[in-house]
């Protein structure tokens, strides 16, 4: 019998109504929410008692402190701790993540050592332990071992450069950051102590390169006083200018956005210079005339044509600074990293200029603890030492490797400019160790890997971060204890030193802590407890403009090639030792990444000008090397540059990181800055081409 149209359609009618009606089909799905909720590893209510612990988070590099509540004594999430001056009640998006990361499936769970066969095999920590010896052994005398930590500021620095000195060595060394050029800066200029920014106290915030409210310094203190400043239905009680070449968070946050070039902060802030000399702005430093003669060279016209900068919004500002009751400059890298001195000398100058050195809401010199590792080095002496050159110095032949290699809680393979070269570094290092919590791309080239516990399961410290305005110290206390076969690596190293023979001055990791907590002198009592020590104390700033150094440090070439790329760093996107957590996957947006390609911006006049439209796949290639991305057509980007984050193109971690996007870093070269032979990696230039 044939079946015509109104009959087919009869026909899937009651079919549609058999199978509503029927138990079978709802049974079946039933059956299939019970069984896909029962996989072993979807996360479990826990029932218990709820309970809140205060510590820091080791893993954002704002230090910022944090509250973790634990139900029935596990950690379940982080919050902001509102009682913690780095807080405030804040907490980043790194910090966010920790819990999660504490049970991630990627975390190490056990020694591994390096097989014949170039696989990695679990090893018990009494094997690994004489293992660690035996190859350090072979590590003494003539700067035979070196170390590579990712700790920007806490003590364990003290004991692991004690470590190395011990052994004959001075290879000691912190990952770069924003700090070492400042150090740089601050010292050159005559400074004693530690910068730091007053921003909670200014009126007026200039930030010039610096990303101060996304992944500068103490970020999450910073956007605290911005919120502060702005408050909700009011007029603001300061304003916040960001100058830069790419509308990033700071950016959009603040008051203002002036787009300049990257690599140009140093000339655009000395056109300011000359601006507020010329109104009348002066210095009773000794050098302060040699200063404005060369400020003098630097007109509005000629600033403009340098930095992209319009003449008369450089103009408007310069008036809006001097107006200001308590301005304040702060000059950066727009990526936390690879900037030189000459740009946070500039900066300083302007706020010399100002009055606001070591006033309320200026630039304040805070004063360091003393060491409390006899046989270590102090802060000032680790600031002096320049991983990126001495790494290159070893892969090129011109400097001699070590014979064997520490790297804490660090990735440079991943997180240097050309870190894929540092590879070639650690090729010429016999034995090579990372003390780490996850097997990144550093630890895929070491022979021995060490489980570290992570820093919400151990004790640990936060010494006054880079960039906040006042002196803050604060204990990192375990929440729980090791969840996995790992251990601190304090009390391993004191051990293993005293196995070696080495005479590090230090019974305890706890002990080292109790006595930096009383050089700074702080309740160590209180500190355990979760409250931060504070002290508004400043401490002399005869200063210098050094116009001599200024004036030659300042002739960085930047490559000619058609477009500058600019770096954007979000610290959702992970740090330079952590990759992306997965609990943050979910706040980078589709023109970041998606699928497995990474995807840069460009404004919209660049891309016509280039024959580029949204979502085409281009090569960005310089001598450095080349990646393959999209394009996303964006206009907060400063005209002929190229915007590309960080955080992408991990080949190690985890499953949430690996084979996603390119790493910027292989774009980026390392060149010297005149005068004060610093590493610096900020004015990169690119080709595009269509893939």
């Known amino acids: 019998m044939a079946l015509d149209r109104r009959g087919f359609l009869k026909f899937i009618g009651g079919a549609t109504a058999g199978i509503l009606a029927t138990p079978v089909v709802w049974k079946g799905l039933d059956d299939v929410s019970i069984w896909s909720q029962n996989w072993s590893w979807i996360p479990r209510n826990i029932k218990g008692a709820n309970s809140y612990v205060p510590t820091v988070s080791k893993l954002c590099p704002t230090g910022v402190g944090v509250r973790v509540r634990l139900v029935d004594g596990r950690p379940v999430r982080v919050i902001g701790n509102p009682e913690h001056p780095l807080s405030k009640g804040g907490v980043s998006s790194i910090a966010a993540a920790e819990v999660q990361m504490l049970y991630s499936p990627a975390r190490m769970k056990r020694p591994l050592k390096r097989s014949p066969d170039g696989a990695y095999v679990m090893i018990s920590w009494e094997e690994a332990e004489a293992m660690l010896l035996d190859g350090l052994k072979a590590a003494k005398g003539g700067d035979a071992l070196a170390c590579i930590s990712g700790d920007d500021n806490g003590t364990i620095n003290e004991l692991l450069s004690a470590f190395v000195q011990q052994s004959g060595s001075k290879s000691f060394f912190l990952m770069p950051g924003e700090a070492q050029p400042a150090a740089k800066a601050w010292d050159l200029m005559g400074g004693e102590g530690q910068i730091g920014y ?184 680790m600031l002096q030492q320049d991983l990126t050159l001495w790494a290159s110095a070893i892969a090129s032949g011109k400097a001699k490797a070590p014979k064997a290699m520490l790297v804490y809680e660090a990735n440079p393979v991943y997180a240097l400019p050309q870190g894929s070269a540092f590879k070639d570094t650690l090729a010429k290092v016999p034995f090579k160790v990372a003390f780490t919590s996850f097997l990144d791309e550093t630890a895929m080239q070491c022979d021995l890997v060490i489980p570290v516990s992570m820093g919400l399961e151990r004790l640990d410290d936060v010494c006054t971060p880079y960039g906040c ?107 330079s030792k952590t990759a992306i957590p997965p609990f943050n996957t979910k706040t980078i947006r589709r023109w970041e990444v998606q699928g497995k390609e990474g995807y840069v911006m460009l404004n919209g006049a660049t891309a016509r000008k280039l024959g580029l439209a949204q979502h085409d796949r281009v090569v960005l290639s310089n001598p450095t090397g080349k990646v393959t991305v999209r394009v996303n057509i964006f206009e907060g980007v400063m005209n002929d540059t190229v915007a590309m984050p960080l955080g992408f193109g991990h080949t190690a971690f985890d499953e949430f990181s690996k084979g996603k996007g390119e790493n910027v870093m292989h774009l980026l070269a390392p060149s010297t800055e005149p005068v004060t032979g610093l590493a610096v990696w900020t004015g990169a230039g690119v080709n595009i081409a269509k893939a």
Do not use: C
Request: proline fraction near 6%; glycine fraction near 10%; charge should be neutral.
């Open 198 to 381: 007053d921003i909670e106290k200014s009126d007026f915030v200039l930030a010039i390169g610096a990303n101060v409210l996304e992944a500068w310094g103490t970020a999450i203190r910073n956007r605290h006083a911005f919120g502060a400043s702005h408050p909700h239905g009011a007029e603001p009680t300061a304003q916040f200018v960001y100058a830069g070449p790419v509308l990033n968070n700071t950016a959009t946050g603040a008051d203002d956005w002036l787009p300049i070039r990257p690599g140009t902060e140093s000339a655009f802030a000395l056109g300011l210079a000359h601006l507020l000399i010329k109104a009348g702005a002066s210095s009773s430093a000794p050098d302060f005339d040699a200063f404005r003669s060369l400020a003098a060279s630097f007109s509005p016209e000629k600033v403009a044509a340098q930095t992209g900068v319009d003449a008369k919004a450089l103009t408007a500002l310069a008036q809006a600074l001097a107006k200001a009751k308590h301005p304040l400059v702060i000059v950066g890298s727009e990526f936390s990293q690879g900037a030189g001195a000459a740009p946070v000398m500039a900066g300083i100058a302007l706020n010399m200029l100002l009055g606001s050195v070591n006033r309320d809401g200026g630039l304040r010199a805070l004063p360091v603890a003393r060491k409390v590792v006899p046989a270590g080095m102090d802060r000032k002496a």
């Open 469 to 575: 305005g006042e002196v803050v110290y604060s204990l990192a206390t375990p929440v729980t204890a090791p969840l996995f076969d790992t251990k601190p690596a304090g009390d391993a190293l004191i051990a293993l030193g005293g196995k070696l023979g080495l005479d590090l001055g230090v019974a305890s990791f706890e002990d080292m802590l109790k006595a930096k907590a009383a050089a700074h002198g702080a309740d160590f009592d209180k500190l355990a407890e979760g409250t931060a020590f504070t002290s508004r104390a400043t401490v002399g700033a005869n200063l210098s403009f050094r116009p001599d150094v200024l004036s030659k440090a300042l002739d960085v070439k930047a490559p000619a090639l058609p477009l500058a790329l600019a770096p954007v760093m979000k610290l959702n996107m992970g740090t």
